[in-house]
């Protein structure tokens, strides 16, 4: 089978995982008032910790990091793999209670917890899209800890996959019913070649 060829636009309309990552950038920012949240073009580099207008603390950047190959259906349509990290950026200022003085680390480690929690509530970590299946494999790093005159930053990351279910245009209809009268027979691999039986006549 070959491939037909495709334009940009109709890449654009198959793939969700764009969507996939503004929808969680507009629940973040949504659920954490306080925080920052900014979509991210893909993973943050060494050059990006001295690029002070790209993170304001306490922040956090999303970003598909990786895409797997998809599980693909009779239909054409496919089930996509994608991996999310989240970039939680912080600095030390007064975020307790009372004005407490919350060290930059400790702040980190907090949004991080509350990052994994949001990740296991349905109602919240489907970001409001249908057919994506529920985060799997989340986990929580501590990355790197940048210290200045002008301010001391520290970098945690929350990544996790999920699925992109019924992804791209399906080539045929699975939902409509079979034809009255239709004869359908399903030719499995190690089959004998099957010919149509003969045409009863009048």
Known sequence: MTAAPMTLAELLAASRAFACREAIVATLARLLPAV???????????DD???????????I??????????????SGLRDVPVEIVTYVVTEDGPYGEGGRLVYRDELGLALCDGLLALTELPE?????LSDIGMPEGAEARSLISVSSEERATAYHSVTWWQM???????FMDMDSPV???ATVRTILPG???????PVPTP
Do not use: C, H, N
């Not at 598909?64 to 009779?74: C, H, K, L, S, T």
């Not at 919240?124 to 409001?128: E, K, L, P, Y």
């Not at 992109?164 to 399906?170: A, E, I, S």
């Not at 089959?191 to 039986?197: A, G, K, M």
């Open 36 to 46: 920052e949240v900014k979509s991210l073009p893909g993973r943050i580099g060494i």
């Open 49 to 59: 910790l001295d690029d002070k207008d790209m993170f304001r603390p306490p922040s």
């Open 61 to 74: 950047g999303v970003a598909v990091v990786r895409i797997r190959p998809a599980d693909g259906r009779m």
């Open 124 to 128: 919240v970590a489907r970001w409001g």
């Open 164 to 170: 992109l279910y019924g992804q791209g245009m399906p």
């Open 179 to 181: 034809p009255a009268g």
């Open 191 to 197: 089959d004998p070649d099957w010919t149509p039986p």
